[in-house]
């Protein structure tokens, strides 16, 4: 199976003009220079408000590519320490709130993913603090509202299974045969 590469619109622009460095161009399939060459300059919406004489300006440059590969190795260094302090994960865990709050603030100018991966946080995990962040539920035991957690159980089930494990009656009963036996007589 034949594996297929995408192409940045910046990087088809640029071998269109003709000032695609080498390094690039030599990657690139026949077929699809071929292509490329004889698309219409207007095929891409808004092609007239990109940035390709900027970019232009900047590859002829000879610094710009060094600065530019010594800012990434900088920042996956900087990243592969982060990752191993725990403190580190231990700090940002203590400051969710304001950690979500940063991000979604600043989260139109910045590549929050790249913050994300860069802090050794998934994704899953930031939507859930951005969840408890963001909807806090004061009358739930947990402080989490029931409209996202759907399974969670209302302050009065809560009162009543203490009732129950603190009943005698259940005193040497499992936890589980208690919930069940719940369930069963609809309390």
């Known amino acids: 199976m034949k594996h297929y590469n995408s192409y940045h619109t910046s990087i088809k622009q640029l071998f269109r ?3 695609l460095p080498n390094k690039y161009t030599n990657c ?15 095929k891409y919406f808004g092609a007239e408000l990109s940035k390709i004489d900027l970019l232009e300006k900047l590859l002829e ?11 990434l190795k900088f920042a996956a260094t900087f990243s592969v320490i982060l990752k191993r302090s725990s403190q580190f994960q231990k700090t940002i865990s203590e400051n969710k709130e304001k950690f979500v709050h940063s991000i979604l603030k600043y989260k139109k100018d ?3 993913k790249f913050i994300l991966r860069l802090c050794n946080i998934s994704s899953s995990v930031f939507y859930h603090w951005k969840n408890q962040a963001l909807k806090k539920c004061p009358s739930s035991p947990f402080r989490l509202c029931r409209r996202i957690y ?4 209302t302050q009065e089930e809560v009162n009543r299974m203490k009732e129950m494990l603190t009943d005698k009656r259940f005193r040497y009963w499992p936890v589980n045969s208690i919930a069940y036996y719940a369930l069963r007589n609809n309390m």
């Open 110 to 112: 910045i590549n929050f």
């Open 61 to 71: 440059r000879r610094e710009s590519a060094t600065v530019i590969r010594y800012y």
């Open 150 to 153: 759907s399974t969670q159980l």
């Open 17 to 19: 003009r003709g000032k």
């Open 28 to 42: 690139i399939d026949r077929s699809t220079k071929w292509r490329w060459r004889k698309e219409e300059d207007d």
